[in-house]
Each structure stands twice: as structure tokens, then as C-alpha cells.
């Protein structure tokens, strides 16, 4: 792809190490002597959905493709000739770790040493059967059998496990590879959404499941669920895989039924998403274990699906981060009742319940008690057992108070001889060691710029927009006018700006002794020197600039006294200027799809509503030819990475715009395939990142991230369009579920971590607060309530408390800012440029909206309001806005 040929970017020559690096892996795996038996032939089997093919010597999956599409295979199948090595797993291999007696826990792999299986005669329903004794050494003390049967229509893989030892035995870890293409290696953006997957776990014990979808969101979704004593109880990355990981490549995972072994070793001392368990096997004592292959008629029908298949399916509203001033409610639709409920750790979450729904589905309201992670299990009367794992926050409005106050004192940076000029500002902060971090030899975490070193300053000044603190602001104010105007962002001539890449770099010898640290290795390629970090050329550093700006004007704008230092219309017309440098100074990358990229429709509708004609229809016009060259590609999502999840949401947000249909729902449904819905806070909404660690955090490593900052980036564009239609649950879920991502993960004290740590060797915040400003800039734009009225779950808030008397249902708002809100029955969006709701009800018979703001404070006399509609109050028009005086008491307003 050509964009790989701009040498200049740090990140495409970090691609291109580790491109080469991944090459070097990959020819080391073809010198590799074959194993697998690939050569001597395969058995194919056509079952009611797949077609399914197995290597004949291994009997593991050669490749398994829905009958509607023999063009595409779940599997990496299109690699097997060079996957044919000991060592690489396949769909079809199993891990063990056994211990008899006082023994150490042993493990053991089929995919270890390679050797042909001894085929097992078949009848019946089985396609295929072997014992695996050969492919595993003599002293292994179970006899292990894998069945490849049809049951009820449907694949399901059975292992049958025998302890043919004279002694009892503990198995502490049994998995089962989860082997799906998800290698992007070496191909385009089209190849990519068209040939392979991305697959995301709901870690739910027996209720559990894996949803693997194609990267294009469109066609069949792929569950693995639970079929025989298959609880999904741990997902362990698959590190031993010599397949090279990388930006190209998460990794494997497989689904743990037992993980005591591990819990005693690897992952000692960390709190996992269920209690490891392990299974005692008796001498010839035998036990089954199977996972069922389930086509879903697309992303959105995967519940229906789960229902389909007599799995419990569980909605959580607004989702499982629920503030501690919430109600939450829990829907269960399963076929048997509730035997009872645990809450892990003890009195973190209340539930009460609150009887069904009229199609029988069970209803209980949640309440946060315990600030962290906790974890309901649900036991049903016919044994099934769930777990659903919650987070509880404080209330949004002391979260982002909390994350204000860390963010301009705790990592406030202001010594007043810094070489690098980057006093004052809000600097990277290292939370395991409670420091500042000046000195990193990523130039751009202590630079000021990148996501990486950006991110700190940019959520300070997002955090105004929606919670404005003025003493916060006095300080803002001092970085923008000096640090980031003139030291970060500059001007060369007349309308000539650019944005550096890092004011931080590595020139020891023209810098005082002691400007670097002594521990850190400044010999790789990530220690930019000084005219590497003055470089314009990278167009992901002009929207931080721009959203800074932008949050400047609409305080100055729309607010009295908040802030002092310049005119609103100086920092208006200085966000339009970072967005045309963006796109005159950085074009090869501007080309993409920006994080953040929201921000320039936001400054162009500003433009217009404050009659700056020129510079609105300049911006416009520079948008269009960008959206146009996007309108032209298939899937428009290119950036630094030859895959990315980031670009999705200014690519949305300018083709609705601009009327691209086509091109919105296409983006729409490849952020579907990577953003999924589950009973579990970690992966619901949660978009998929897994490289940032690598440029962002403290433990760098490839590693799938909970809740980065695509969360609440896509959020933006999901709850754009669920608001277009108003009546698809499924994306309120998704969008909502991304949107209180972006805040979970900030630490009770006001922290911002850059993500949370998936592996279970961890399981925690990373502690660097590298690129987490772009995630909370998601937050602040796009928190809002809703208002919604399911069919058979009756009305739903989200980001609020339901009242209801009689015909009026009544949303007492709960997010930070309160001031958006969307109520579905009437598709009406209101959203308040300055001021807050206090609380909107609807009768359901008239329809009527009354909207209650509260009462006005010394910087906010007057409320802005907005409706999507061409409604008539008796109140000034103010740049499309209702200009509504406030009262020292809360007002009422009849719409």
C-alpha cells in the first residue's frame, strides 16, 4: 500500500522493523520441517452449515467455511502450508497441565510434537474420531480422544478424557485453542475485511460464548458455545505460538475450562475474571468435554441466536460500568428460573428484584455499592451457571471532577527552566511510581505530542467542556498561550502553521548533563532527534490541537468570566487554521481517517453558525475532497497501520455529512465487527486495540486492550447512528457500552490510565497515562442520556434515573455534563451549547416534553438549547440556538 512509503513517520519505521522482523519470523517457520501431514491428503465433511475439512493425518481443522460462502474459511486455512510446524496450533488441538498426587503440575500440548493420530472407527452421527496418544509423550497419564460430531444440526467438537493412570489425578488447566484467521499479515485493507476475522469472548462460565465475525461486518458471525462441561471460566493468550505477533497479529487465545495450575503459577496474585478451577479424575474414570459451531444470520442477530440455542441471554442497562448513583436494571431471558445469586466481593453490587417482563424475561435493578470490579454469579434451577462480571464507578459528575483536579495538579508540569520549554503543561504521568514522566525515550510520551504525550493535556481541556472548574481554566490558559501556541504549534508566515511531532528529544551533546535519564535506552529508533521531532508531517497531532482550541471558544463563547486570555473568535479562528495546516502540512496522512477527527465537523458547523462564510465554505471544501477520496475506496480505513480502528469515526461522521450512505453503513458495520455487546464491563463496547501498548504504555508488549481509547472514539459514530433510527437497541448498547468504557478505568483518586491489561498475568490499568486523552476527548462530546421504550423491556434510561407516575416517565439526568438527551419515541435530540438538565419527562399520551434546567451560576447565566426540529419557543435565537435566561431556581420548560 503506498502509505507505507512515507519514510518520515515514526510509527510506519516502527512497521517497518517489526514488518521485517515478522518476515524473518515467517521464513524461520517455512525452514521448519513440516509435521502437521498436511501432504498426505484431508477428509472433507459437508455438515448442515459448513463445510469442514480436517488434515487427515492430525484430524485438526484444516478449514471450516459456512455452505452459503465456500469462498471464506474461519480458519487460516490460506497459511496451513507454512502453520504445518510443531509447535502451532491449529482448531482441533487441546493443552493440559496434570499433577498426581503432591506432585508439580505437568503440561502437555498436542500441537508440542507433531505425530500422525490413530483414527477411530465412526458411526452414527461422528464424522470423525481419533486417539491422540501418538501426537503426545508416553508418560501423559489420560487417554485423550477428539469426535468431530453433528448434534442436533450443528458441528461440535468432543474430547473424551480418561485418567488410565492407578492414581487419582487434578487436571488444573485444560484449554482448547481458539484457532481463527485473524492474521492480517501481508494483506490489503480490501483482502483483510473480506478474508478475515476478529473474535471477542464473553468469559461467562457455562453462559459463556466466542463471537467471531468478519473484519466487513457483514455475512454470518461464527459462535463457539458451550455444548459439555465446557464453562468458559479463563481465555489464556497463546505466547508459545511461534506465529510472530505484531501490529499485524494479536495473537491466539483458547478457552480454559480449569486454570488453577495457572492461577497457582503464571497468574498468581491476580484477581481473574472467574475462580480458577480443577477437575479430579478417579483411574479409569472418564469425562466429556464439547464445544458447539453455531452460524448467526449476522452481528446484530447473535442474541437471537443465543437464544435460539437455549443459552441465557442477559442484557445489562445502561451496560455493566454502572455509576454509584444509578439504578441499573438486569434482563435474564433463559428457560429456567434464578436458584440463587452470589456477589463477589460481598455487598459491592445490590440487586432487588423487580419481577417479568410481559414476554416471561426476568428483571432485577443493580446497584453499585463497592467502587471496582465485581462479579454476580447466577446459578439457574437446572444447574447452568453464569457469571457476569460488573465495574462500579463513582457518579460520572465526581469522576471527571476527580480526573480534573489529578490531570492540573498531579501531573502539572512547571519547572521553570526546562531546555525542552514545555512549562507549564500537563505532562505523561507514571501512576506505579507516582512521578511525572520527563524523561521517556519515546520522545513523543514526554513530548507533548502524539496520542502518547498529547494525551495529558488534551483531556485537561476536554474536561472543561463539560465540567469547567475556573481555577483549572487560569491554568489551561497559561499552557495554550505559551506552551502550546508557539512551542507545540507554531507559524512560519502568513497562515503557515504546523504542529510538531514531540517538543521533547534526544541531543545529548547540545543539551546540560542530566537532561536524560541514565536508565533509560536512548539507542532506539523511538529517541527522535531535534529536526525529527520539529517534523509537521504527521496529521494525527493537528486534532488534539484543534479540539483545544475548539473547547477554548465554546467556554468563551458560551459562558461569562470563564476565560480571560483571548477572545472567543482568536481561538475559534485558531482551530480552523490547525485544520487547514493539518491538511496543507501533514497530506499524506491527512488522506486518512483522524482520531479525533470529529472535532473538524464541529469547528465547521461553528464556523458557519458564527458567520465566518469564507473560512466555512474554504474548511468545507477541503473536508469534501477528502471524504470524496474516501467515498471512492471500499473500506477508507487506512492509517499508519495497514489496519486500524481509529479512522472509523471521522470517516462516519464526514460521509453522513456529506450524504455518502453507502459509505456510512459500511463503516458502521466494520465497527461492529470489532465492537462487540456482552455481559462483561471489560469487552462490551469494546473496541478492538491490541498494539498501543507497544507506544503508549508502560508494559509494552502486543496485547489486546481493555477499553483504549477506540472505545469512546467509536462510540461517537455507533450512537450518531442509533439516533438516526432510534429504534435499534442493539447500537444503543454498543455505542453506550464504549461510552462509560472510555471513563472505567480511571482510578479512584483521578488517574487516566492509557488502557487496561487483558492477559490474565495482569488484569489491571496500565499505569502509564500515555494516549488516554483521545479516548476521554470520546467521553466528553458524545455523553449523553436516553430516553427509550422497549416492546418487552418496557422504558430504559441510559445516563439517568427513571420516574415513572402514571403517563409521564420522568429521566433524572446522571452524566457529567447533562446536557444532552435523546428521547426515542419522538427521535428528539436536545443538546445545550452552556447550562444543564436537571430532568425531562414524557407523557405517553400526549406526547408532550417538558425539559427542567438547572438553576444558572456565576459563569453561566444563560442555557443554549437545541432542538433537531423546527420547533417554536419564545426565546431568542442565538446561533441556532435557544437562548433561555436561567433563574436562581431550576426552571421548567414546556416543548
Request: charged letters at 25%; glycine letters at 8%; hydrophobic letters at 35%.
Amino acid at each position: 500500500m503506498n502509505h507505507i512509503k512515507h519514510k518520515f513517520c515514526f510509527v510506519l519505521l516502527f512497521i517497518t522493523v517489526l514488518s521485517v522482523k515478522a518476515q524473518g519470523y515467517w521464513s524461520r517457520l517455512e525452514d521448519k520441517t513440516p509435521t502437521l501431514g498436511i501432504a498426505d491428503v484431508y477428509q472433507k465433511f459437508n455438515t448442515p452449515n459448513f463445510q469442514l475439512k480436517l488434515v487427515k493425518a492430525s484430524q485438526t481443522v484444516a478449514s471450516l467455511k459456512p455452505l452459503k460462502d465456500l469462498n471464506f474459511d474461519f480458519t487460516p486455512g490460506d497459511r496451513l502450508e507454512i502453520r504445518d510446524k510443531d509447535g502451532l496450533y491449529h482448531l482441533g488441538d487441546i493443552n493440559l497441565r496434570i499433577k498426581e498426587g503432591t506432585a508439580e503440575w505437568k503440561s502437555y500440548s498436542s500441537a508440542a510434537k507433531r505425530a500422525v493420530v490413530t483414527p477411530l472407527e465412526t458411526s452414527g452421527n461422528v464424522l470423525a474420531g481419533a486417539d491422540l496418544a501418538n501426537t503426545f509423550p508416553s508418560d501423559i497419564p489420560v487417554i485423550i480422544k477428539r469426535f468431530y460430531e453433528i448434534d442436533n444440526g450443528h458441528l461440535v467438537m468432543r474430547f473424551e478424557i480418561t485418567n488410565k493412570s492407578v492414581n487419582n489425578i487434578e487436571i488444573g488447566a485444560l484449554g482448547v485453542p481458539m484457532v481463527f484467521n485473524n492474521i492480517l499479515e501481508g494483506k490489503s485493507l480490501n483482502e483483510t475485511h473480506a478474508q478475515n476475522v476478529f473474535f471477542d469472548p464473553y468469559i461467562g462460565m457455562d453462559a459463556g460464548y466466542l463471537e467471531i465475525k468478519k473484519l466487513s461486518g457483514r455475512g454470518n458471525a461464527l459462535l463457539v458455545l458451550p455444548q459439555e462441561n465446557m464453562a468458559f471460566e479463563a481465555y489464556r493468550p497463546l505466547l508459545d505460538d511461534p506465529t510472530p505477533r505484531s501490529i499485524v497479529f494479536e495473537g491466539f487465545h483458547e478457552w480454559m475450562v480449569y486454570s488453577k495450575a495457572y492461577a497457582e503459577n503464571e497468574w498468581k496474585g491476580v484477581n481473574q475474571w472467574n475462580k480458577p478451577t480443577s477437575l479430579h479424575l478417579a483411574p479409569k474414570e472418564t469425562k466429556s468435554f464439547a464445544l458447539k459451531f453455531v452460524l448467526s444470520e449476522g452481528v446484530e442477530n447473535i442474541q437471537t441466536t443465543l437464544k435460539e440455542q437455549e443459552k441465557p441471554v442477559t442484557t445489562g442497562i445502561p451496560g455493566y460500568v454502572i455509576p454509584q448513583d444509578i439504578t441499573a436494571q438486569l434482563f435474564l431471558d433463559y428457560k429456567s428460573d434464578v436458584s440463587s445469586i452470589e456477589v463477589e466481593p460481598k455487598g459491592a453490587l445490590k440487586l432487588k428484584e423487580a419481577g417479568k417482563t410481559p414476554k416471561g424475561v426476568k428483571k432485577y435493578n443493580v446497584y453499585g455499592k463497592i467502587w471496582g470490579q465485581s462479579r454476580l454469579t447466577i446459578t439457574y434451577k437446572d444447574g447452568l451457571k453464569q457469571t457476569i462480571n460488573y465495574k462500579v464507578i463513582k457518579p460520572e459528575n465526581e469522576v471527571v471532577k476527580d480526573f480534573g483536579r489529578f490531570s492540573t495538579t498531579e501531573q502539572w508540569f512547571d519547572e521553570p527552566n526546562d531546555p525542552f520549554h514545555r512549562n507549564p503543561s500537563v505532562i505523561s504521568y507514571d501512576y506505579e511510581i507516582k512521578k511525572q514522566v520527563t524523561k521517556d525515550s519515546r520522545s513523543w510520551i514526554s513530548g507533548l505530542s502524539d496520542e502518547g504525550g498529547a494525551g495529558g493535556w488534551l483531556a485537561a481541556v476536554m474536561k472543561q467542556l463539560i465540567q469547567p472548574d475556573k481555577q483549572e481554566i487560569k491554568k489551561l490558559e497559561k499552557f495554550i498561550d505559551s506552551t502550546l501556541w508557539g512551542v507545540i504549534q507554531y507559524k512560519e508566515g502568513k497562515n503557515k502553521y504546523g504542529v510538531k511531532k514531540s517538543v521533547f528529544y534526544y541531543e545529548p551533546d547540545s543539551l546540560p548533563k542530566g537532561t536524560y535519564s541514565d536508565t533509560e535506552n536512548y539507542k532506539s529508533w523511538t529517541a527522535w532527534n531535534h529536526k525529527h521531532a520539529n517534523d509537521p508531517g504527521r496529521s494525527y497531532n493537528y486534532p488534539h490541537v484543534a479540539a483545544a482550541y475548539w473547547t477554548m471558544y465554546r467556554l468563551a463563547r458560551y459562558h461569562e468570566g470563564l476565560v480571560d486570555n483571548q477572545t472567543w473568535d482568536w481561538y475559534l479562528k485558531q482551530a480552523y487554521h490547525t485544520t487547514v495546516a493539518m491538511v496543507e502540512q501533514a497530506p499524506h496522512y491527512a488522506q486518512f481517517g483522524q482520531m479525533e477527527g470529529s472535532v473538524f465537523l464541529y469547528i465547521l458547523k461553528d464556523l458557519k453558525a458564527e458567520g465566518y462564510e469564507d473560512m466555512f465554505a474554504d474548511l468545507e471544501t477541503r473536508m469534501k475532497k477528502r471524504a470524496d477520496h474516501w467515498e471512492a475506496l471500499e473500506y477508507p480505513f487506512g492509517s499508519e497501520m495497514p489496519w486500524d480502528s481509529t479512522g472509523q469515526e471521522e470517516v462516519y461522521m464526514w460521509s453522513d455529512y456529506f450524504g455518502y450512505r453507502r459509505k456510512v453503513n459500511v463503516t458502521l458495520n466494520a465497527i461492529l465487527a470489532y465492537m462487540p455487546t456482552m455481559p462483561h464491563w471489560a469487552y462490551n463496547g469494546n473496541a478492538r486495540r491490541y498494539w498501543d501498548f507497544l507506544y503508549g504504555g508502560k508494559l509494552s508488549r502486543v496485547e489486546r486492550q481493555i477499553h483504549h481509547y477506540g472505545s469512546s472514539l467509536n462510540a461517537i459514530p455507533v450512537l450518531e447512528h442509533y439516533r438516526k433510527r432510534g429504534d435499534n437497541l442493539y447500537l444503543l448498547k454498543v455505542g453506550y457500552g464504549g461510552l462509560l468504557g472510555g471513563i472505567s478505568n480511571i482510578t479512584q483518586d483521578g488517574f487516566g490510565p492509557s488502557a487496561f491489561h487483558s492477559y490474565p498475568t495482569e488484569l489491571r490499568i496500565d499505569y502509564l497515562s500515555g494516549d488516554y486523552g483521545s479516548g476521554f476527548y470520546g467521553y466528553v462530546v458524545n455523553t449523553s442520556s436516553y430516553l427509550v421504550n422497549d416492546d418487552d423491556l418496557g422504558w430504559l434510561a441510559f445516563g439517568g434515573n427513571l420516574v415513572t407516575k402514571g403517563d409521564i416517565v420522568t429521566i433524572e439526568l446522571t452524566t457529567a455534563a447533562k446536557s444532552k438527551i435523546f428521547i426515542a419515541p419522538k427521535k428528539m435530540w436536545l443538546t445545550l451549547d452552556a447550562g444543564q438538565f436537571k430532568e425531562v419527562s414524557y407523557n405517553i399520551k400526549t406526547e408532550e416534553v417538558n425539559i427542567t434546567l438547572e438553576s444558572k451560576d456565576a459563569f453561566t447565566p444563560n442555557a443554549y438549547l437545541r432542538v433537531n426540529n423546527d420547533m417554536k419557543l419564545p426565546y431568542k435565537n442565538v446561533r441556532g440556538a435557544f437562548e433561555i435566561p436561567l433563574q436562581k431556581k431550576s426552571l421548567t420548560i414546556k416543548l
